[in-house]
């Protein structure tokens, strides 16, 4: 439901949505156990040109979050939670825009601290844009965090985290690069760690640095029928434990991932590529349990039918690697599978 009338527009909107999984040990007995969640959301959001350059936003949301386990021990919970936020937006230029915001969260039982931000985008030549970013972030805990079985954990606290990074964009014809550094400065992580008792349980890190940089870089060409598109990426990531300075467990310090696709007409034949480099799996960064860097590489074709229908076979894992992404937990070497979508 909405609103709208020349620099004024409202809008009212309300959803529903459930998501539930069963478990069964034997498909010739009942369901073993499950669980169920129900969320109720409302959503307002106001929008105000005072000129023609300041525009003002404010947005309110409410959620009522329902749960319920089956032979888990956990039963029927129930939490309220709430936002307000405020935003206002500068257009200085066509090219120079800058927006600050501030929001407050309530949620049950949680205190929250009041959250802010400060961005700009500045598209400073035809070939050449940046952007830059900082602010005070919150998350409280899932209801997984707090009751999944086993490993939930009722007596975690809100992550709060302060953020800074910057987007440079740079276009040459059909080349795009974008380059993303970042840094994070993040309290009371939540961080889901293996246990002594032989299952995993989400616990508060006492504090983690994490900084780096993101990179891409794409290209698009089209000549006629023929058309080929190129996407890589590469990412550094230096995440530690302050109180220790060591790497985070199950973040690589590199990775990688590409793709080349070559369409004619309805075909298209691709290929993809993952590079992941060394893993730690334990917090004191052990090299003896660490996930070897690995590469993988799958490959596919797929048609596009009457613009509605695609079908595809692909191929992964072309070159049968042996790896993990959880220590002890092998992934499948070589394996094909088909598949078909439509779209509405």
Do not use: C
Request: net charge positive; aromatic share 16%; proline share 4%.
């Amino acid at each position: 439901m909405g609103y709208s009338k020349n620099n004024l527009s409202n809008s009212l909107k309300a959803a529903y949505t459930e998501d539930n999984f069963q478990y069964f040990s034997s498909l010739n007995l009942p369901k073993a156990s499950g669980a169920e969640g129900k969320n109720y959301i409302f959503k307002n959001d106001f929008n105000y040109f005072i000129t023609p350059k300041i525009n003002i936003n404010a947005i309110g949301e409410f959620q009522v979050n329902k749960g319920e386990g089956y032979e888990s021990g956990i039963g029927s919970i129930s939490r309220n939670v709430g936002s307000l936020a405020g935003l206002i937006r500068y257009f200085a230029t066509k090219d120079l825009r800058f927006e600050a915001g501030i929001k407050k969260d309530f949620v049950e039982n949680i205190s929250s601290p009041l959250l802010y931000s400060f961005s700009g985008k500045w598209n400073a030549l035809r070939w050449y844009h940046v952007g830059a970013n900082f602010s005070r972030n919150f998350r409280f805990p899932s209801f997984n965090d707090l009751y999944w079985q086993p490993g939930g954990n009722l007596d975690l606290l809100p992550e709060t985290s302060t953020n800074i990074d910057m987007d440079h964009e740079f276009s040459f014809g059909d080349f795009k690069i974008t380059l993303s550094p970042y840094y994070m400065d993040i309290k009371n992580l939540i961080n889901w760690l293996p246990t002594p008792l032989g299952y995993w349980a989400p616990f508060n890190t006492a504090r983690v640095e994490s900084y780096g940089f993101e990179s891409q870089v794409t290209w698009n060409k089209k000549l006629g029928k023929h058309s080929v598109k190129l996407d890589a990426g590469y990412t550094y990531s230096k995440s530690v434990n302050k109180d220790t300075q060591l790497q985070r467990m199950y973040v690589p310090l590199h990775k990688a991932v590409g793709n080349i696709e070559y369409g004619y007409s309805f075909l298209s034949v691709y290929a993809q590529g993952l590079f992941n480099g060394l893993t730690y799996t334990t917090t004191d960064q052990q090299r003896s349990t660490a996930i070897d860097p690995y590469f993988i590489l799958n490959t596919g074709i797929s048609a596009a039918i009457f613009k509605k229908y695609t079908l595809g076979f692909k191929v992964n894992n072309v070159t049968n690697t042996v790896y993990q992404t959880v220590s002890l937990y092998p992934m499948p070497k070589r394996n094909y599978s088909v598949y078909a979508t439509i779209n509405f």
